[in-house]
């Protein structure tokens, strides 16, 4: 445990190299932070802080810099978390009161609207389609052997589907599938579509599987698609000096070119929390450089997908963490 004292420079010094991106001085702590002790002082706590893992003294000056020790103790036990202004808050409430069809929606303008915040780059996916529950599926005939399907689930999810038979139908048949499948789906999983249902629906229905096999394959195949994963600002990321090293930059790229990483990053941590990975705590290796906060939101079961942002370790923790405070709670109230 540190000291109050040590627990004053620690975050003076953090919050002194996230403002000025340079390695801190005892002069700089002095000058700007009002603290309450000489230099001599201060250089003697930096000195133990550095020695306890918290700091990191650079080559080429003789100021510290924040350790990923000394960031993980900032976020778990000095910053602040209502680091939002009145304007902030106004501009993101307007954001996030748009009207919006579907959930996607309104996880695509909330990643906007924290990136905008905050000036990171925000990513963001929806939520996973197998746990969303069937609202309703809908059986239109296009013709003797084409019909589409609409499939509409409890977070304002929408998808649609055409499917080909190899033998003829008509709507008396169509009519039949809509009373059949609603009655056996409706308020259920979407996961709830395998093998048992196929054997259900063969039983109680004199089609023949020719029908009933394609619309079932069909169906499964357009939920089980790849969510959409949502990136915004990621320009803002390079205006920060760590992206001046041509690595950290491809790096970067190369991070949200991956579909699939972006999806583990993301879908890592637990449901309604903010969780904060600092640099190696990443589980994968490409992210070693960098920090990523992210948060799930959940109500009353509902999973609405899951948003984060990306930077590097010299993160304004304060500002993210508050701004995703404030915004899950101001989704909590569209539930």
Same mark, same amino acid.
């Given at each position: 445990m540190l000291d109050e004292r040590k627990k004053k420079v620690l975050q003076a010094i953090v919050e002194e190299y996230i403002n000025t991106a340079e390695p801190v001085s005892s002069n700089a702590l002095t000058q700007n932070h009002g603290l309450e002790c000489s230099s001599?002082? *201060?250089?003697?706590?930096?000195? @133990?802080?550095?020695?306890?893992? #918290?700091l990191d003294k650079t080559h080429t000056s003789s100021g510290r810099i924040p350790s990923a020790k000394g960031y993980r103790y900032y976020v778990d036990e000095l910053l602040n978390d209502n680091d939002i202004s009145r304007e902030e808050i106004k501009y993101i409430s307007s954001k996030l009161e748009t009207k919006v069809n579907e959930i996607e929606d309104l996880t695509q303008i909330t990643a906007n609207t924290i990136s905008e915040v905050t000036h990171y780059t925000a990513v963001s996916i929806g939520p996973k389609t197998t746990t969303q529950l069937i609202e309703e599926i809908k059986f239109v005939l296009l013709g003797t052997r084409m019909m589409m399907a609409v499939i509409l689930t409890?977070?304002?999810?929408?998808?649609?589907?055409?499917?080909?038979?190899?033998?003829? *139908?008509?709507?008396?048949?169509? @009519?039949?599938?809509?009373?059949? #499948?609603?009655?056996?789906?409706?308020?259920?999983?979407?996961?709830?579509i395998d093998r048992p249902l196929e054997e259900y629906l063969y039983d109680e229905m004199t089609y023949s599987v020719n029908v009933i096999k394609p619309i079932i394959e069909q169906i499964k195949k357009v939920l089980e698609e790849e969510n959409k994963i949502y990136?915004?600002?990621?320009?803002?990321?390079?205006?920060?000096?760590?992206?001046?090293?041509l690595e950290v930059a491809k790096n970067f790229i190369n991070i949200l070119?991956?579909?699939?990483?972006?999806?583990d990053m993301l879908n890592s941590g637990f449901a309604e929390d903010i969780n904060v990975y600092i640099g190696e705590e990443n589980e994968k290796q490409e992210l070693k450089d960098f920090s990523v906060v992210t948060f799930k939101h959940k109500v009353n079961g509902r999973d609405l997908g899951t948003i984060g942002i990306i930077g590097p370790k010299r993160m304004d923790y304060s500002k993210v963490i508050s701004v995703m405070k404030y915004i899950n709670k101001k989704l909590k109230e569209f539930d």
């Open positions: 001599a002082t *201060i250089r003697n706590e930096m000195s @133990e802080l550095e020695k306890g893992g #918290f409890d977070t304002g999810l929408v998808k649609e589907t055409i499917i080909k038979f190899d033998e003829d *139908i008509n709507e008396k048949q169509v @009519e039949t599938m809509n009373y059949m #499948f609603n009655n056996k789906l409706k308020n259920q999983p979407i996961e709830t990136l915004e600002g990621t320009n803002k990321s390079f205006d920060l000096p760590e992206f001046n090293s070119d991956t579909k699939e990483l972006v999806a």
